[in-house]
T-cell receptor, first 111, second 115 residues
């Protein structure tokens, strides 16, 4: 099971781009990388998922280098409502995936 | 996207009573459901994994007789906290996956307060 490491906290200001990096040095060949967002007293919410290179959707981009030992979640022009905890998970599609959460990154966006 | 409904959102109970939390996948068949608990300012801690029609697999340190999990159908799993005590007060969250189980869909969570 690939272990993930993220910064505990980050601060940003409205309108800035935020990049959160996750290290997963022992990621397996079949593992996908998935990021979730959690607001207080709510369940996490899926943000984005990727396997390699770059993935972009309407809310974020995910950059994955060729060795896949890390990944970077990029949030363009954050707003106050992006203040949340962000988790990256790695896991195998179709396998006996046991999704274990690390400590996550607490992002605080300031006015 | 896929929706997971979790009820109740919050519950207050007396010590010694049992509480049942339901988790339903509304628009997909959940082959696997996971139950987590989360204390304030901490990450989600996996309690157990349940597959439809089979016994749940509990993580080390989680009492299976205290936290009863039933996954009777592909759309419903329940967690029953038996003989609840104040130390069981926590935020409980369920999640579900479909056939490609690398993406999780979460319920909105249940805040349990045991008096």
């Amino acid at each position: 099971l690939a272990k993930t490491t993220q910064p505990i906290s980050m601060d940003s200001y409205e309108g800035q781009e935020v990049n959160i990096t996750c290290s997963h040095n022992n990621i397996a060949t079949n593992d996908y990388i998935t990021w979730y967002q959690q607001f207080p007293s709510q369940g996490p919410r899926f943000i984005i998922q990727g396997y390699k290179t770059k993935v972009t959707n309407e809310v974020a981009s995910l950059f994955i280098p060729a060795d896949r030992k890390s990944s970077t979640l990029s949030l363009p022009r954050v707003s106050l409502s992006d203040t949340a905890v962000y988790y990256c998970l790695v896991g195998e599609s179709g396998g006996s995936y046991i999704p274990t959460f690390g400590r996550g990154t607490s992002l605080i966006v300031h006015p | 996207g896929a929706v997971v409904s979790q009820h109740p959102s919050w519950v207050i109970c007396k010590s010694g009573t049992s509480v049942k939390i339901e988790c339903r996948s509304l628009d997909f068949q959940a082959t696997t459901m996971f139950w987590y608990r989360q204390f304030p300012k901490q990450s989600l801690m996996l309690m157990a994994t349940s597959n439809e029609g089979s016994k749940a697999t509990y993580e080390q340190g989680v009492e299976k007789d205290k936290f009863l999990i039933n996954h009777a159908s592909l759309t419903l799993s329940t967690l029953t906290v038996t003989s609840a005590h104040p130390e069981d007060s926590s935020f409980y969250i369920c999640s579900a996956t479909g056939t490609t189980n690398e993406k999780l869909f979460f319920g909105s969570g249940t805040q349990l307060s045991v008096l």
